[in-house]
């Protein structure tokens, strides 16, 4: 109880006295930047059989967290794209074997820029069709952006 | 209603400090209530009453707020019928310190200087309000016409309401019984263009003897809410909205309620049961942060349908209320049962390790995402005692909750809770100019949470799952809890001026999810943790009032000053998680100390009996002090605002009487003080129009009001909406008409 009173009292001086010593805070969110060698890209097709390579650049004003990958099959349009322009998509249809890839990745810590990247096995016998490819980054704040790009796998 | 019951009505409002022949001794308990006092449960004609002016009453029931030394907002049902909103909250939000989150618009939580959810507490004819614990994306199942007062605490009361009460009261109180002999009634009905709502409220009560009875029947139906802009950005993703309307936020309401009592010389007992039932959608294209693809043919056909996404919520209460008066003693004794049954209805999506396909053997149906089914039971027992200078109130408190869940998607698990409390509050009328309140209380609380396991394994290939890959998202435990809390007040009443002053603590009993919680929140893209080491949290305020009043003018000023030694929240943090949290940010729930102050302020003034102008204005400032986000805020701080208003009341005729024209201009900062995952939102500026007047129709008299809320239908965003983060603007222009008759 001692210390919350002292802290009451602090409080008081701190507010007649305006703000102190405030930390400052990050309020910005981490990027995903598009380069020329970021892959996927929105409408990228990925064939069965093959192991692609993942690329994105990644910053922050401050420092970056982790990322991760997913890749879910979209076969009844629900939607996670957050891109403009969409991509021509075959026709609804119900999932028997759809592929299912989900990592986390660490960032080496104290890095502002890093530039991500996976190779992701695409099995040969998965369904083809529609897919979602997510890129989620965060910062050392709590800060997340995400990136979901409607891919074709043929 | 005749001019003597109308006053009467207005005493009972006002009672409470009617004791004897002292009009000036205060009543610890609910001041609004005639109910509660000695002296009216003696005396239920009250007919010694009837030559009171009028203005005697009125200034009454502002004396309630000086001998309370919290600092409090008496709201009566005239103010919420003139800024009716699509929900009870709404309709309190031009109050100073309140604010609320809404979704959609017929559901909004309260907001008591920034802080809700759990951290208010929501009581209905006495008893706690139990339902809103579950998530941000559903309101108050309150049934707005049925609330008669409503008194809000702007600081802690757990001394006297328990765990819950740490940032602030919403204390709602029904109709009072008649007071007269015969039967009487109301009907409402109202419409509001943005949503095409219509709805209304019809109610009967009847008064034989000592015999009282009466009913409630509310309906609403409305269709999805306007916005100014023809599309919206869910992330990058672009939504086109259909003639600016929020597809699929459409829903109803049905609600009754009855209620029969006996009013004896000594004894009184009322029996109240209530249902409030809502349907309402979610936004059809972005399911909490979650774009969704929709079928727009089939949304767009009708702006009134509810298609999945959707909930449906019923709550419903069993309230008996006994009290006995007898000499200088008062004891009362609530026995209340309640159900909150809600069910969410999405369409599966194999979010994460879910199976592609919903598997047949299911106990739900695929479209169930969510259930839960809560039952309460609970009994507050008071017994107040009122001497010279001294009234004491002991009171006792008890509570058991039975939690079940269902549906496909996680995310607390079930549990059961009892808690019983107790406590005493002693007030003191050390001279007619200064009043001294003291509370202390004790309360112990145990939860048990149940275990709970996937029902789908988490591997990429589930054909070759082990029994150990169906994870366990919660482990059974038991956790108990003590608090014990006090409270000191002062009041001081020279004249015109009322100075009050109350330094208290207040506590809260974690609950299941921020203990237990260890699912993923799909709608939200974030993994919650919950922390079974979670400590009460708790608070201590100190908070000032100050009210000076004057003839043609009046202004008050009530500043507050709050520290938590350990504030509850859900924490996001740098981390992803793949085994719990399928490739999603991880939310830890985690305590941090948190200092917090802010101030109110309302000034009206009187030109010309038919002129006056009103500023009201509101500020709060929120800062962690230790953790993970120490220097940051809280979230859904909202950010300061204020409301200049002019109001006209001219003097009626025989046929078009107590007109009133009224415009607010509303003004809210930007609020940049932000936490992940909020966004900066913009400041702006709105414009409401009021008006109504009493018109004789056929000889009789109906209320009317009209309302034109966002006059100039601005694009603006409301940084404590739900819908905030993804951009969604606030409802464009609404005009709003209410037509009441009483017979």
């Not at chain 2, 966004?679 to 702006?684: A, N, Q, R, S």
Request: hydrophobic residues 35%; aromatic residues 12%.
């Amino acid at each position: 109880m001692k210390k919350n009173w002292y802290i009451l009292l602090m409080a008081l001086l701190f507010s007649a006295c305006g703000d102190g010593e405030k930390p400052v805070i990050d309020t910005e969110y981490p990027e995903i930047i598009v380069t020329d060698s970021s892959f996927p890209l929105q409408c990228s097709v990925l064939e069965r059989g093959s192991t692609v390579q993942f690329r994105a650049l990644f910053r922050d004003n401050v420092e970056l967290g982790g990322f991760s990958v997913d890749i879910h099959h979209n076969f009844d349009h629900h939607t996670h794209s957050t891109e403009v322009n969409d991509c021509e998509e075959e026709p609804v249809k119900a999932p028997v074997n759809p592929m299912l890839f989900i990592q986390t990745y660490q960032i080496p810590s104290g890095l502002n820029e890093y530039e991500g990247t996976a190779e992701i096995d695409i099995p040969e016998d998965i369904d083809p069709g529609d897919y979602h490819f997510m890129i989620r980054v965060t910062d050392q704040e709590g800060w997340q952006t995400i990136q979901g790009l409607s891919i074709k796998i043929e | 209603m005749t001019f003597p019951i109308r006053l009467i009505f207005f005493l009972c409002i006002a009672g409470g400090l009617f004791y004897g022949t002292s009009p000036a001794l205060a009543h610890n308990g609910f001041p609004m209530m005639g109910q509660d006092t000695t002296k009216l449960s003696k005396q239920d004609t009250a007919s010694e009453y009837q030559d009171l002016d009028e203005v005697v009453v009125v200034d009454q029931a502002a004396m309630v707020k000086r001998e309370i030394s919290n600092s409090v907002a008496l709201v009566r049902q005239d103010f919420i019928r003139e800024n009716r909103g699509g929900s009870l909250m709404k309709s309190l939000e031009r109050v100073p310190g309140i604010s609320t989150i809404g979704i959609g618009s017929g559901a909004s939580k309260p907001l008591i200087r920034g802080l809700g959810f759990n951290q208010v507490m929501v009581v209905e004819n006495g008893v706690k309000h139990e339902g809103q614990q579950w998530g941000a994306d559903h309101g108050l199942e309150v049934d707005q016409y049925a609330a008669e007062q409503v008194m809000i605490i702007k600081g802690p009361a757990s001394f006297k309401y328990g765990s819950d009460a740490i940032a602030g009261v919403i204390d709602i109180r029904d109709k009072l019984p008649p007071a007269e002999e015969g039967v009487g009634g109301s009907v409402e009905l109202g419409g509001r263009s943005n949503n095409g709502w219509i709805g209304g409220s019809a109610n009967v009560t009847a008064r034989k003897d000592n015999w009282f009875v009466e009913g409630r029947f509310t309906l609403a139906d409305y269709g999805d809410f306007n916005v100014p802009v023809d599309s919206v950005f869910v992330y990058d993703f672009g939504v086109a909205l259909h003639q600016g309307d929020v597809r699929n936020t459409a829903g109803r309401e049905l609600d009754f309620s009855g209620r029969i009592g006996y009013l004896g010389k000594h004894f009184r007992n009322a029996l109240t049961v209530s249902r409030v039932r809502t349907r309402s959608g979610f936004f059809a294209n972005a399911h909490g942060l979650e774009p969704r693809q929709v079928d727009a043919a089939v949304h767009d056909r009708s702006s009134r349908d509810i298609l999945l996404p959707y909930q449906e919520v019923t709550h419903t209460k069993v309230i008996n209320r006994a009290s006995y008066a007898a000499g200088k003693q008062f004891i009362q004794l609530d026995l209340a049962y309640q159900r909150n049954d809600r069910k969410e209805w999405s369409q599966y999506v194999n979010h994460g390790y879910m199976p592609p396909l919903y598997p047949a053997e299911m106990p739900y149906p695929s479209s169930q995402e969510r259930a839960f089914d809560k039952h309460v039971f609970s009994l507050n027992l008071k017994d107040e005692w009122f001497l010279d200078k001294h009234q004491i109130m002991l009171g006792a408190s008890g509570e058991y909750q039975d939690n079940t869940i269902g549906g496909w998607g996680f995310l607390i698990p079930a549990f059961q809770q009892y808690s019983y409390g107790v406590f005493a509050i002693e007030k003191f009328s050390v001279s007619p100019l200064w009043k001294l309140t003291a509370a202390l209380r004790y309360d112990h609380s145990r939860i048990h949470v149940e275990a709970y396991q996937d029902w789908f394994p988490s591997v990429e290939h589930a054909d070759q799952a082990a029994p150990s890959d169906y994870l366990y998202r919660s482990s059974d435990f038991r956790r108990d809890f003590d608090s014990f809390v006090w409270s000191v007040g002062v009041n001081f009443l020279p004249g015109d001026l009322s100075l009050k002053g109350n330094l208290g603590t207040s506590f809260r009993m974690p609950i299941a999810k921020e203990l237990a919680a260890n699912g993923v929140n799909y709608h939200y893209f974030r993994y919650e943790k919950g922390n079974p080491d979670l400590d009460p949290e708790r608070s201590l305020q100190l908070d000032v009032e100050a009210e000076l009043k004057k003839e043609n003018w009046q202004v008050a000023f009530s500043p507050f000053l709050n520290y938590f030694s350990n504030y509850i929240y859900l924490n996001p943090t740098a981390e992803l998680d793949i085994l719990y949290g399928a490739g999603n940010q991880v939310f830890n729930y985690t305590q941090a100390e948190v200092l917090r102050y802010g101030a109110e302020f309302n000034a009206v003034y009187r030109f010309t009996p038919q002129w006056s102008a009103e500023l009201i204005g509101e500020y709060v400032y929120s800062e962690q002090q230790s953790g993970a986000k120490r220097g940051y805020t809280l979230p859904f701080s909202p950010p300061p605002s204020g409301i200049v208003n002019i109001t006209y009341q001219p003097l009626g005729t025989e046929s078009f009487f107590s007109p009133y024209f009224a415009v607010d201009l509303r003004a809210t900062a930007r609020q940049a003080n932000i936490v992940p995952p909020e966004k900066v939102t913009e400041g702006y500026q709105l414009v409401h129009l009021r008006a109504g007047a009493k018109v004789k129709v056929f000889q009789q008299p109906i209320q009317a009001d009209l309302q034109v809320q966002n006059l100039l239908n601005t694009r603006y965003l409301n940084h404590t909406s739900f819908y905030r983060l993804i951009s969604l603007p606030e409802a464009g222009r609404n005009i709003s008409l209410s037509l009441k008759y009483e017979f």
